[in-house]
């Protein structure tokens, strides 16, 4: 089976930063993505990572520890356009299971 | 066409009809996915391909059907719609075989079953 966890909900000020935890168990592993979904829209690619460590581009990073079945993603210098839901995805064999999204409130 | 379509945009639906939700990429993917999105649950895989003229079940397949007759289209039905097959639909595509093989995803398909 599947288990991807992450956080239901965060708020944060604009340009502050803000951290996405995910945790897995998962019967297979081909890497990990993070999506970002703005409301009624569909789900847009952020990053992805296979090996351990951390991934960056531009303000946004993700981080990725195999042996702790853990990922982050790390947005930085927040702006209002960052109010969304962020998705979490374990890849196994072509096919993404995900976590149910953490909706983040940019506040003025 | 750019990317991704899928149509229809909405759909109000009596309990009991055949429905088919279309999808179309135009960026020669070789595999293509179907999901539903509920409230509180995420994403949950329906059916995929992962190449023409081939199908898998995913976690939720039960009451939906779908067919790979070409790279390009991926049609999902449902053959006897029920009320909890309420959902926001999306159909998705991947480059299987490369490294990144991020899924690219359709506008959604919101259909309501009464």
């Known amino acids: 089976g599947q288990n991807i966890d992450q956080p239901t909900e965060m708020t944060a000020t604009e340009g502050a930063i803000v951290q996405i935890n995910c945790t897995y168990q998962t019967s297979g592993f081909n890497g990990l993505f993070w999506y970002q979904q703005h409301a009624g829209e569909a789900p847009t690619f952020l990053s992805y990572n296979v090996l351990d460590g951390l991934e960056e581009k531009g303000r946004f990073s993700s981080f990725l520890s195999r042996s702790k079945g853990y990922s982050y993603l790390l947005l930085k210098e927040l702006q209002m356009k960052d109010s969304a839901s962020y998705l979490c995805?374990?890849?196994?064999?072509?096919?993404?299971?995900f976590g149910a999204g953490t909706t983040v409130t940019v506040r003025a | 066409i750019a990317g991704i379509t899928q149509a229809p945009t909405s759909q109000i639906l009596a309990a009991g009809r055949r429905m088919t939700l279309r999808c179309t990429q135009d960026m020669r993917h070789n595999a293509m996915y179907w999901y539903r999105q509920d409230l509180g649950l995420g994403l949950r895989l329906i059916h995929y391909?992962?190449?023409?003229?081939?199908?898998g079940k995913g976690e939720v397949p039960d009451g939906y059907s779908v067919s790979r007759a070409n790279t390009d289209d991926f049609p999902l039905t449902l053959a006897s719609a029920v009320p909890s097959q309420t959902s926001v639909y999306f159909c998705?595509?991947?480059?299987?075989?490369?490294?990144?093989?991020?899924?690219?995803f359709g506008p959604g398909t919101r259909l309501t079953v009464l």
């Open positions: 391909s992962n190449t023409a003229g081939t199908t």
């Open positions: 995805a374990v890849n196994n064999d072509y096919k993404l299971s």
């Open positions: 998705a595509s991947s480059p299987i075989g490369e490294f990144v093989n991020e899924q690219f």
